[in-house]
């Protein structure tokens, strides 16, 4: 185990591993709540642009990936804003576009599909020094934002509605969102690469809504759960001589099926309680909550938002209520 460490390429995968496991469920955490599982698989392909453009141009892919990508998200996201693209047609035509230009540039570099092929399933040896700058540069930067914004970004990714009620800029907010995601797809391609890492910002979060109750500690744990997949999986690829993204993938599978069979132990002592109080635990949001129609209550009190199973409640005193389509129900 030592000799593995002692090995600089090693040291530094090593290093990325673990900052992809720390940012990618950060920023997952967000996109989950908004049900965008899947923008980050196609936030990949867009990269896959970027890296084919880096190619044909004899610079370096990294800083290439990251503007690319992060402008697909910014288009992606005014485009969802404007109501123009469902997440269908539109989306579609970019994702792929940008997966079938990323090929075809790499093919007119010389490098052919193959050449791709380290930034599609992440290798070991492909994490320079320059790389790693770039990464702990941005990751400190992510990571201040992600959690430094948590209540502001829990409270756009639950309901935007009453987040624009609470004075907070949605439109602004949103869109950090997905340039966040954007950033940790780009940082993550060395290590788990592009077709892999939307499953390392998911399944960590899945893991931790196993095990924990309220935003706070399931946000730390799927952090907690992504760097674990990444450690473990980085030294397997190394004695498998597998591909790192895949090997990471699957130990990040392996812990949710485990948390799945024995996750609800660690959350017994919650198991039987209707009402999950907020403690001050988690962040959360206080604000007036404006009744909606066929909300007929009184106006309420100050407003927290906090966790119940796969849904957020309204909590005003001893009031409680869910939002539902376009109605309340009462817990």
Wanted: charged share 10%; proline share 3%; hydrophobic share 55%.
């Amino acid at each position: 185990m030592t000799g593995i460490l002692a090995l600089a390429f090693f040291q530094r995968a090593l290093v990325a591993a673990i900052l992809s496991g720390l940012l990618a469920p950060s920023v997952g955490m967000y996109i989950v709540q908004k049900r965008l599982s899947l923008l980050g698989d196609g936030l990949g392909h867009v990269a896959i642009m970027g890296v084919g453009l880096a190619l044909m141009t004899g610079t370096a892919p990294l800083p290439v990936a990251i503007v690319t990508a992060v402008a697909g998200a910014i288009i992606v996201e005014l485009l969802r804003q404007s109501g123009r693209a469902s997440g269908d047609l539109g989306l579609a035509i970019l994702f792929y576009g940008g997966l079938a230009s990323g090929v075809l540039m790499a093919g007119v570099a010389g490098q052919g599909a193959a050449g791709l092929g380290s930034f599609l399933f992440g290798s070991l040896t492909s994490v320079t020094s320059q790389d790693i700058t770039v990464i702990v540069v941005l990751a400190v930067v992510m990571l201040a934002l992600t959690i430094g914004l948590s209540p502001r970004l829990f409270a756009v990714s639950v309901d935007e509605d009453h987040a624009k009620t609470l004075g907070l800029r949605v439109r602004a907010l949103n869109l950090l969102i997905v340039v966040l995601a954007a950033v940790a797809i780009t940082i993550s391609m060395r290590t788990v690469g592009l077709l892999l890492i939307s499953a390392l910002m998911i399944i960590p979060v899945a893991t931790a809504q196993q095990c924990f109750v309220g935003f706070r500690s399931t946000f730390f744990g799927a952090m907690g759960f992504g760097v674990a997949a990444a450690v473990i999986g980085t030294f397997a690829s190394f004695f498998l001589d597998t591909a790192t993204g895949a090997t990471i993938v699957v130990s990040a599978i392996v812990m949710l099926g485990l948390a799945w069979a024995f996750g609800r132990y660690l959350r017994r002592p919650w198991r039987f309680v209707a009402y999950v109080a907020d403690g001050g635990g988690h962040p959360h949001v206080v604000a007036e909550h404006d009744c909606e129609e066929g909300h007929d209550h009184l106006p309420h009190g100050p407003t927290r938002i906090i966790q119940h199973g796969d849904h957020y409640d309204y909590v005003h005193g001893v009031h409680r209520h869910a939002k539902h389509g376009d109605h309340y129900d009462e817990h």
